[in-house]
């Protein structure tokens, strides 16, 4: 951790959404560099306010000198999480994909039970908010669905992750078929939470034993010759920077080298002219919220790029706002206030572009901003496929 | 040809790359921009300097030692850049005032006056000597402005404190955003029955819409209302980088952000492609030029070493002033310190002397001789030369 880099220009304080809105909050180089000067691991973290960072890494991007505030802070809430009792939400929230193959299985129970008024008390008793409606569970995960075949000489790995796979398997069965339409042979690994749930509630344990089980899972298909391939851009955050980082899991290394977002392999494939996609005409007019975690994955924008070579598209790409939802971060009543706010700021800038519909990689960002805006919001792969007329076929 | 080969990646996020990618984006070639960070832009007062050695800056230029990069962009383009640079800011709603006749003065934090070329509209009124009528507000709780400093100076001045209910820069100016909060403030204001002809408040006055709030209250007060720019975070430098960087991606241009490039393809006497340190594999970009615009030693740019100063991306040949001794004067705060003459010599197409490479051109702080402090010549100098490096490298685009 280079907190001695940090020249004080507060450059990450600007960049800091919660502290815009949140005065309870220090920012970014307090929590971050200055404090670590104070912290020991002999004595008990104190500073309870640690836990209002939203981890969405803006702080990293902006800073000039290289420091990363965020992952100061991320350790910071580690051990704040190790030394105080966990509150329910963060227990919850930590064990996700648990939760998530319940509610599963007993989709249409738990999809109905979660819209009921007692529901929402008791999601509220538990510190849970609940200013915009829970995901809907699938009751056929796309883990489920898919069979995988084996006859191409470029080999997929597809760690679909959690929302993909328990929300919106429709998604994932659309990657798939049009990265077969490239001619390429997709296979789900066997896999778990990325971890980053866990992380971000201060449960770094419960982070490495989900990160050492993917870790020796996709390791075979990278010795057997598999390019892994993510979609959710925190799942990649977790693959290629945490399991290295924060959680030091052994093999790690292998795996970010190996490891690709969806839209940057495809423009790989095509600047290798591997494969030349016959992209038709989409008449929409589009606002690309750009996810915090996209732009900390330090990839740039590759579907941005994609997105361009579809005629007939207009696609405005925003990416100065978080959507303040952050995961599990503004599902918890504590930091409601702030998830609200700046939902509503990121929301009343895509409405100032025209557009007609949202677009964004991450599923958290498109809940909120659809949630709150009451406009579509598409994965760009939807938009993608769309274009290259892949359709959903159950 | 790859998807994503560009004509032209410009590395540095500052002035002098955002003006020069946005010019050369305009042109309809297909630009990238790389960045490490956000520029140390974000931390000035948003104001242009273009040369303050003179009361009309062009003057001023013609007077700067032989050396001086200034004397590589031909008149013509700098009132070119500079009226550009005007019509993208009000494109923006964040017009600036002035013009290349003459300087004119700012009022700062400490109560002495800053010389510069263009203001924020936001700063407009701002007093031209000590004897002017000011009122000014502060914040209750805001540790980086203290009306005192003012008052010493000026005879003629008062000042009156708001409570915002938060106490950073950052955080009352998001509260600005708010209009709400503003009615708030502007009937509290109405209260304090000021007498003076003008009424100062720091730089808090809102994130993006800065000058239409200050036209509200103006309205309302029925006199001018002037920002005085602060320490960082400083809301007028964070201004006019999103409006920079706005402008360059309506034009279509892409911004490579946490992207700081650690290594460099080449054959023969062209660069292929710049790489970035990633935590996976290495990312490469391709382009057909480069302009190389990170700025001086806060920047990025430069490193100074024990005895020599290195270019940080290509380790371009860097004009060092002389032996270490010879690179600070005693005096702290003398404008003479010998390692602001420290940087890049270009040639007259603003390519770098005695490069290995034909398609790098360079511009910004990072030029040598320039001494931007004993000068004045900041960001409109960063203007200037950005545009005048983007018109050399498409007339040398290979």
């Not at chain 1, 598409?378 to 993608?384: A, L, R």
């Not at chain 2, 309506?250 to 490579?256: A, F, P």
């Not at chain 2, 004009?319 to 270490?324: A, D």
Request: with cysteine; net charge positive.
């Amino acid at each position: 951790m280079k907190y001695e880099h940090c020249i004080r220009c507060t450059i990450c304080v600007e960049n800091c959404p919660v502290f815009r809105v949140n005065p309870a909050f220090p920012g970014p180089k307090q929590a971050g560099p200055d404090a670590q000067r104070f912290r020991s691991n002999r004595e008990k973290s104190a500073d309870e306010w640690v836990l209002s960072c939203s981890q969405c890494k803006r702080c990293e991007m902006a800073c000039p000198c290289g420091v990363e505030p965020a992952q100061i802070i991320l350790r910071a809430q580690q051990k704040y999480g190790l030394e105080h009792p966990h509150t329910a939400a963060h227990l919850l929230f930590a064990n996700n994909y648990y939760l998530s193959t319940l509610g599963s299985l007993t989709a249409p129970l738990a999809n109905r039970f979660a819209a009921t008024k007692i529901g929402k008390k008791i999601f509220q008793r538990m510190g849970i908010a609940t200013y915009i409606p829970f995901p809907k569970f699938s009751f056929k995960t796309l883990r489920g669905s898919m069979k995988s075949r084996s006859r191409e000489t470029r080999k997929v790995a597809f760690f679909y992750g959690c929302f993909i796979n328990f929300y919106r398997p429709d998604i994932g069965r659309k990657i798939i078929r049009m990265l077969q339409s490239f001619k390429i042979d997709v296979v789900l690994p066997p896999q778990w939470c990325c971890g980053l749930p866990a992380l971000g509630n201060g449960n770094l344990a419960l982070a490495r034993s989900f990160a050492g089980k993917n870790i020796a899972s996709l390791s075979n298909y990278v010795d057997a010759g598999y390019d892994v391939v993510y979609t959710c851009t925190s799942c990649g955050l977790c693959l290629l920077h945490d399991y290295q980082g924060i959680m030091e899991i052994p093999g790690a290394k292998k795996i970010a080298e190996n490891s690709y977002d969806l839209h940057e392999y495809v423009l790989k494939l095509i600047a290798e002219r591997e494969i030349k996609p016959q992209f038709k005409e989409v008449n929409r007019t589009l606002a690309y919220h750009i996810p915090c975690h996209l732009r900390a994955l330090e990839i740039g924008y590759p579907a941005a790029n994609l997105m361009q070579l579809i005629p007939g598209l207009t696609c405005q790409i925003l990416d100065d706002n978080c959507c303040g939802l952050n995961g599990s971060y503004g599902f918890k009543k504590i930091n409601e206030v702030t998830a609200l706010q700046l939902g509503g700021r990121a929301v009343s800038l895509i409405k100032k572009t025209g557009a007609e519909a949202i677009v964004a990689d991450c599923g958290s960002c498109r809940m909120q901003l659809a949630g709150l805006s009451g406009m579509d919001a598409f994965d760009p792969v939807e938009i993608i496929c769309e274009s290259l007329g892949i359709k959903d076929k159950k | 040809m790859s998807v994503i080969e560009y004509d032209v990646i410009i590395i540095g996020a500052g002035v002098a790359g955002l003006t020069a990618g946005a010019w050369l984006s305009e042109q309809g070639l297909k630009v990238a921009l790389v960045t490490a960070g956000e520029p140390t832009a974000c931390l000035s007062t948003g104001c242009i300097d273009v040369c303050a050695k003179n009361d009309d800056p062009l003057q001023g230029i013609a007077h700067l030692s032989q050396d001086h990069p200034f004397h590589l962009v031909s008149s013509g383009t700098i009132r070119q850049a500079l009226d550009d640079f005007q019509q993208i800011m009000a494109a923006m709603n964040m017009p600036y005032t002035g013009g290349l006749e003459n300087n004119r003065r700012v009022l700062s934090a400490l109560g002495t006056f800053k010389t510069t070329c263009l203001t924020p509209v936001t700063m407009q009124a701002s007093p031209q000597n000590e004897n002017e009528r000011i009122h000014i507000i502060t914040f209750a709780g805001l540790k980086d402005f203290y009306p005192g400093y003012i008052i010493s100076r000026f005879k003629n001045a008062s000042f009156s404190t708001y409570d915002a209910g938060v106490s950073t820069t950052m955080g009352i100016a998001a509260n600005f955003e708010d209009e709400s909060f503003l009615e708030a403030f502007i009937l509290w204001l109405e209260k304090q029955q000021v007498r003076e002809d003008k009424i100062a408040v720091p730089a808090v006055l809102g994130l993006e819409s800065a000058a239409a709030i200050i036209k509200q209250i103006e309205y309302r007060l029925e006199r001018p209302v002037f920002e005085i720019p602060t320490i960082p975070p400083s809301m007028p430098g964070r201004r006019l980088f999103n409006g920079l960087k706005d402008h360059f991606r309506r034009k279509g241009g892409m911004i490579y952000w946490g992207w700081p490039v650690v290594g460099v393809e080449k054959t023969g006497r062209q660069i292929e492609a710049v790489m970035a340190q990633s935590q996976g594999r290495p990312n490469s970009l391709n382009a057909r030029a480069f302009i190389l615009a990170t700025g001086s030693f806060v920047g990025g740019g430069l490193e100074a070493k024990r005895d020599t100063i290195v270019e940080k991306v290509f380790h371009l040949p860097v004009f060092v002033p002389g032996e270490r001794e010879a690179w600070f004067d005693q005096d702290y705060f003398s404008m003479n310190h010998g390692i602001g003459r420290a940087g890049i010599a270009v040639d007259s197409s603003f390519r770098p002397v005695g490069c290995p490479w034909d398609n790098i051109f360079v511009c910004g702080a990072i030029l040598a001789h320039t001494e931007a402090l004993k000068n004045g010549c900041g960001h409109g100098f960063a203007i200037a030369t950005g545009q005048a490096a983007a018109k050399s490298c498409l007339e040398h685009l290979p």
